[in-house]
């Protein structure tokens, strides 16, 4: 397994020979999962809005008893739909340009010159696509539930599915699943170090109000990314 700064390498190698197809391509993948996220947090958000001016308290306490379960019902309402709303964005929308995404990155890093209709692969085997990211998104959660850590680690187990899905047709759910697990065994230490190692760039994209996140961080940690999946799978094509 080559280290993280000849893997970089060849993710910087690739970026540069195809750089505004991975600049797009990255930032469809970080504006849908950024939206998803947005809408989850919506409603968190939406009751101070509509209470300016008194506090919540005094502006229940002023209504009749038939009138608070009527705005407690219109709240609960709102939130579940746009919880609603942002699962199935997430479901048939993101998981699907997700794989697709990866799919560019990985060809791109391979081939250096991979084009932008691979961002509409994960769309071709949609019902594979969407139960098996459905099946690894409900085992993070169940995960998280037993604390931060097991969630963080979990994620990286999962790492390479949206990979292996496109590689690995053949492969079920569970078993796409799974072989990213056992792929990622000993290797999770190293995928977690090739992350961090992009931090300075990350804080220079803050500096720079997210210009450098944009137009180089996101674009080069998917190729180097890719690289590292490559590497694991298919150790002569990330030459």
């Known amino acids: 397994?080559?280290?993280?700064t000849e893997l970089k390498s060849i993710g910087k190698a690739a970026f540069k020979a195809n750089y505004w197809s991975s600049v797009v391509a990255s930032l469809v993948l970080y504006a849908l999962l950024g939206g998803t996220a947005a809408a989850n947090s919506a409603n968190g958000s939406s009751a101070e809005t509509t209470v300016q001016g008194q506090s919540i308290e005094n502006a229940v306490n002023g209504?009749?008893?038939?009138?608070?379960?009527?705005?407690?019902?219109?709240?609960?309402?709102?939130?579940?739909?746009?919880?609603i709303i942002s699962l199935l964005i997430?479901?048939?929308?993101?998981?699907?340009?997700?794989v697709g995404c990866y799919h560019f990155f990985r060809n791109n890093v391979a081939t250096t010159g991979a084009t932008l209709n691979d961002l509409k692969e994960g769309f071709g085997?949609?019902?594979?696509?969407?139960?098996?990211?459905?099946?690894?998104?409900?085992f993070l959660v169940l995960w998280s539930l037993l604390f931060f850590i097991?969630?963080?680690?979990?994620?990286?187990?999962?790492?390479?599915?949206?990979?292996?899905?496109k590689d690995h047709p053949e492969l079920s759910a569970t078993e796409a699943i799974t072989r990213s697990r056992q792929m990622m065994n000993g290797h999770k230490w190293q995928a977690f170090t090739l992350d961090l190692s992009f931090i300075g760039w990350y804080l220079?994209?803050?500096?720079?109000?997210?210009?450098?996140?944009?137009?180089?961080?996101?674009?080069?940690?998917?190729?180097?990314?890719?690289?590292?999946?490559?590497?694991?799978?298919?150790?002569?094509?990330?030459?």
């Open 1 to 4: 397994m080559r280290d993280n």
């Open 63 to 83: 209504l009749t008893d038939t009138q608070q379960f009527a705005v407690l019902g219109a709240i609960a309402t709102a939130g579940l739909v746009i919880t």
């Open 90 to 98: 997430k479901i048939f929308l993101t998981n699907p340009l997700q």
């Open 125 to 138: 085997d949609y019902g594979r696509v969407f139960i098996t990211l459905f099946l690894r998104d409900l």
């Open 150 to 165: 097991p969630g963080i680690v979990k994620s990286y187990s999962y790492r390479l599915v949206p990979y292996l899905l």
């Open 204 to 239: 220079l994209g803050i500096l720079t109000l997210g210009a450098v996140t944009i137009f180089w961080a996101n674009p080069y940690h998917d190729n180097a990314a890719a690289a590292f999946y490559l590497d694991l799978e298919y150790p002569s094509a990330a030459a």
